[in-house]
DNA sequence: CGGTGGATTGATACTGATCAAGAGCAGTGG
DNA sequence: CCACTGCTCTTGATCAGTATCAATCCACCG
């Protein structure tokens, strides 16, 4: 249950035979049986930018694995101040196991594909298969390490450092390897949306990419577009280790 | 390995017999020779306020559970600004599975009472045991959700909101039953240590705590000791749901 | 009795929020 | 084709909340 080739094999439901993201996430951990079962009771589907995947407190009775695109996951204030506390790209997992009540909203960031599935299904099956458990363990750890990272940010940083850590972080994600080399990437987030990412205001944020701009951090092409010529310099911007 | 009956079983080592945490942490998971086999292994300690239990980025060698006390992971910044990024308390447990090195430190909050035991002893139990590992899955969802409350904390809210929060927590921890009522409680933390948590100045902190005592929603007796008269005021004092 | 560590209180400074105006750009319809 | 509209982003001026700096208090201890 640990190895397999299953690249030509046919077994594989179609569904998932051009899933780029069945290797990486929490499908890796699955039978071909397994596979073909869950797949029965899965729904491809794609949701555009804004969409609300996730009311914050609603009931939800199905999970998704994240195959492309981005997505944010929100806390809302009764007087209309929004935090985001998690950003969520493919293999991502998106749900909360053992809770059939959101902690908080999810929304489409970047335009996504999702695999979404029934909770009772995934649930049975957590239950016969260790692996999967353990991937899914693997993913909240992460998931956990990214949090307390962020809370750091949130908590002690200035609002430069701030949206350095951001643009740090979607550089990182863009290109884990090479640290140090420059990248190019389109931002996933508007500035409204880094506002609520890093506890900030539309205004501050745009202030601090200018500033950034001027210090040489970064280069800017339009409005979502970004050079980041040194990505020592921009984590030099962060404070941070 | 889902029931059992061990209240009154001398196959329980004994070091395990007094322990209070058992059921509840992720002991509870163990049938009587796994307990036997990581009692072995185990060993019973107590560490007293500021004591450094993990050095931020050193390598750790061992988990724990937390049988009585408090616990706060810390994360520290080169110019030495910190950030509280986590409270433990009894039966949770301590540590990070699937990573030697540290990404936080941890640190004594009030003197703790741990049970100790080697890393490789525990995972391999992981591997064997999927209900243990079902424990620790949902003992690190519970983590994440406090993670994510508490970034909306500290992105959003304002000073006071901020203070009102941590007592919040407090009183829920304390007595996590009728929510309505008065709570008494010692507080775990310095006024410091609540800054660290808060992502505010021990200044700002202590005025927060005056304030609110001249709302009269708490009142303060030594530095320590908090009254909370009424916990529907508290928490409509930190302005969340 | 002086010393030490933690907490409070006060005066002032500064960062980021708020309020306000305008620029850039895409889409729409006359 | 171009004015109009709506949206996002930027920039400026001012305000407010929290940090900073400094003094004092308090409890405890040697």
Redesign the interface.
């Known amino acids: 249950m640990t190895e397999r080739e299953d690249v030509h094999n046919s077994d594989v439901p179609v569904l998932c035979r051009s899933c780029e993201a069945r290797h990486k996430g929490i499908c890796g951990a699955l039978s071909e049986d397994e596979l073909l079962q869950l797949s029965k009771h899965t729904v491809k589907r794609t949701a555009a930018r804004k969409q609300e995947l996730i009311h914050e407190e609603d009931e939800v009775h199905s999970y998704s694995n994240i195959m492309a695109g981005a997505v944010k996951?929100t806390?809302l204030?009764?007087?209309g101040?929004?935090?985001i506390?998690?950003l969520q790209f493919a293999p991502d997992f998106l749900g909360?196991?053992?809770?059939s009540e959101s902690?908080?909203g999810a929304e489409v960031a970047a335009d996504v594909k999702l695999c979404s599935f029934p909770k009772d299904v995934l649930e049975s099956m957590l239950?016969a298969n260790?692996e999967l458990?353990?991937r899914?363990?693997?993913q909240?750890?992460k998931?956990?390490?990214e949090?307390?990272?962020?809370?750091?940010v949130?908590?002690?940083m200035t609002a430069k450092e701030k949206v350095a850590s951001f643009l740090s972080l979607i550089a990182n994600h863009i290109d884990p390897e090479h640290e140090g080399d420059s990248v190019t990437f389109e931002l996933p987030l508007s500035r409204a949306e880094i506002a609520d990412y890093?506890?900030l205001t539309i205004e501050t944020v745009s202030r601090q990419f200018t500033a950034l701009r001027k210090d040489g951090v970064i280069e800017i092409e339009g409005n979502r577009h970004i050079v980041v010529p040194d990505r020592e310099t921009l984590k030099d911007a962060t404070?941070?280790?």
Chains 1, 2 share one sequence.
């Open positions: 996951l806390k204030m009764p007087d101040r929004q935090q506390v998690g909360r196991p053992f809770q902690n908080f239950g260790p458990e353990n899914l363990l693997r909240v750890l998931e956990l390490d949090a307390r990272q962020w809370m750091l949130l908590g002690r890093l506890g404070g941070s280790t």
